[in-house]
């Protein structure tokens, strides 16, 4: 069995600008983004794929993590994560424990952001657990993970374009 390992904190910061709109909420940074110090940075992950082809913008799919900033503000997303830290198996949303979540309220503080999309069931369920006031602004969306193998990247899409529905 894999060494329970607790995450003081969640490593790196958030991505959001005073005009992001739009709220994307994981739930923890996976092993390799925490390694790599930013968002969705595991290869299956289809996450900057998705919005690659959403915004028609190959920014989001550039390796240069300036590039991917600079593309979500230029369409003025902002990035980060329920959870702050917890404790997590590898990056197993399933082993989550002693969950301390993110105070959205304060990230969004002085942002236009008027709605949040929630990238995976887990992600989901605790935004919702621990920000009951702003659960009408809160969109879940498939996880873009390689775990949810249940959702092509074709039927994903279909699902994410919820994101230029504004």
Same mark, same amino acid.
């Given at each position: 069995?894999? &060494?329970?390992?607790? %995450? +003081?904190?969640? *490593?790196?910061?958030?991505?959001?600008?005073?005009?992001?709109?739009?709220?994307?909420?994981?739930?923890?940074?996976?092993?390799?983004?925490?390694?790599? /110090?930013?968002? $969705?940075?595991?290869?299956?992950?289809? @996450?900057?794929?998705?919005?690659?082809?959403? @915004?028609?913008?190959?920014? @989001?799919? /550039?390796?240069?993590?300036?590039?991917? %900033?600079?593309?979500?503000?230029?369409?003025?997303?902002?990035?980060?994560?329920?959870? &702050?830290?917890?404790?997590?198996?590898? +990056? &197993?949303?399933? +082993?989550?424990? /002693?969950?301390?979540?993110?105070?959205?309220?304060?990230? %969004?503080?002085?942002?236009?952001?008027?709605?949040?999309?929630?990238? *995976?069931?887990?992600? $989901? /369920?605790?935004?919702?657990?621990?920000?009951?006031? #702003?659960?009408? #602004? *809160?969109? $879940?969306?498939?996880?873009?993970?390689?775990?949810?193998?249940? $959702?092509? %990247?074709?039927?994903?899409?279909?699902?994410? &374009?919820? #994101?230029?529905?504004?």
């Amino acid at each position: 069995m894999p &060494e329970l390992k607790h %995450i +003081s904190s969640h *490593g790196f910061g958030p991505v959001i600008f005073k005009s992001s709109k739009i709220l994307i909420l994981g739930s923890f940074p996976s092993v390799k983004s925490r390694e790599e /110090n930013f968002f $969705y940075m595991h290869s299956q992950n289809r @996450f900057w794929e998705i919005l690659s082809r959403l @915004f028609n913008d190959k920014d @989001f799919a /550039n390796q240069k993590i300036k590039s991917k %900033i600079q593309a979500l503000k230029k369409h003025n997303i902002a990035l980060y994560d329920v959870i &702050e830290s917890c404790d997590i198996v590898n +990056s &197993e949303d399933s +082993s989550i424990t /002693n969950v301390r979540p993110t105070n959205i309220e304060k990230l %969004i503080k002085d942002t236009k952001i008027n709605r949040i999309f929630l990238n *995976g069931k887990k992600a $989901y /369920n605790l935004f919702n657990k621990y920000n009951p006031n #702003l659960k009408e #602004l *809160g969109s $879940y969306l498939p996880s873009t993970s390689s775990a949810n193998a249940r $959702y092509s %990247i074709k039927r994903l899409l279909n699902e994410w &374009e919820l #994101l230029i529905k504004q």
